[in-house]
Every structure is written in C-alpha cells, then in structure tokens.
C-alpha cells in the first residue's frame, strides 16, 4: 500500500499553524516519487469553541481515511488530541513538504521497525465459542500497526474450513476474506455495530 503523508499548508505552500486558515494536502509515494492525492481547504475557524474544534477535527480526521501521518508547522491543544486520539503520528516541520517528506518516512519505517523487533506480535487466533463456533476480532490489527496483517491472522484458518460459524469483529471487511468466502462457496451476513464496527458472521451453507 503506497505511503501517505498529511501536510497542512498555507497559502505560501509552506507548513503552517493549524489554528490558520489552510488546506490539508495527502501526499502519496509511488516508485519513488512524491505527489498529491488530494486536498481539502481547512479552516478552524475564528470562535474556537470547544463543540467548534471537535467537530472540525472530525470532519478533518474522516477526510484523511487511512492516512495516519500528519505534519504541520504548529499542532497544539484540541486538534493535536484530536489527531493523536485517531492514531494519528504528528509531526511539527518549517518549510516545504518536498524538503521533509522522505525524511519523515526514513523515521517512520525506522520506529516500526524497531517496535516490531522489541515488541513481536502473535496475531489473533479465532477463539470457539461453542462447538464448531468461533469469533475473532481483527479490530487492533486494522486500527494499529502491529506488523501483523488481517490476512496472516484469517487465511490459514478460513481455509482449512475448519469451523461451521466464525464472527469477525473488524472496522471494515477485507476484500480479500470477500473473495475467500465467495471461492469457497460460504455465506456471510454483516451488523452494525456502531461507527467503524462491523460483525461478519461466515457459515457454511449447511449450517443453514
């Protein structure tokens, strides 16, 4: 998956203050080379009201999707809890984005891989509820970089067909199980759980 990098800028082009008026603009690397995604204009605006900032940096975080890297010139109070809350790395940078972003990236592999060589992480295992039952939450594995994938922790065992139910609490279906479930002829139904929650239940046609 190609890297994104957050950057808000101002009208210079150059990093600015998020309490500035500005647009956020999603730098993506692809075969070595820098370039926009896309781009929002921003605006706290003026009041700063707390309700205000709250709903602005929600807006903000639900326009940035998977992009989970942001840099602006200065990320302070309600917004830079509202970035860290979203998992979000923040980072503070003077300048133009194409003097920075290779070296924000070189940091960011860098600090994942040392947490993945200090803190190795078994991914999650489908836990029977009841006989031929199963469930399984790939929630932290889609929300936090564990180094560990939701492909690694389901494939093996979707594959082996091992189970007449599995449940998989996730925040979004991964279209690979999606092709999974259809190659090998299972049936699944999906709830709602509440805002980036989701349970994918899979049986067997037998089952049924």
Request: aromatic residues 10%; proline residues 6%.
């Amino acid at each position: 998956m190609p890297k994104e990098i957050a950057v808000y800028v101002g009208e210079n082009g150059k990093t600015a203050d998020l309490y500035q008026p500005g647009k956020v603009m999603i730098y993506q690397r692809m075969q070595g080379r820098w370039s926009v995604s896309r781009e929002k204009n921003f605006s706290l605006g003026e009041n700063f009201t707390i309700k205000g900032l709250r709903d602005q940096m929600s807006d903000l975080i639900d326009f940035l999707g998977s992009c989970k890297t942001f840099v602006g010139l200065s990320v302070t109070g309600i917004p830079y809890f509202a970035l860290e809350k979203s998992r979000c790395s923040i980072w503070e940078f003077e300048g133009n984005p194409v003097e920075f972003l290779d070296y924000i990236l070189a940091r960011e592999e860098e600090e994942q891989r040392q947490r993945v060589v200090q803190n190795p992480v078994s991914p999650p295992v489908p836990v029977e509820t009841f006989s031929g039952c199963y469930r399984i939450s790939i929630k932290e594995i889609q929300e936090k970089d564990l180094g560990v994938t939701s492909k690694q922790a389901l494939l093996p065992f979707v594959r082996q067909g091992k189970f007449y139910s599995l449940e998989v609490l996730c925040n979004h279906i991964p279209p690979w199980l999606e092709n999974e479930i259809l190659a090998n002829g299972l049936e699944s139904r999906t709830e709602i759980l509440g805002k980036n929650e989701i349970k994918l239940i899979i049986t067997k046609p037998c089952c049924n």
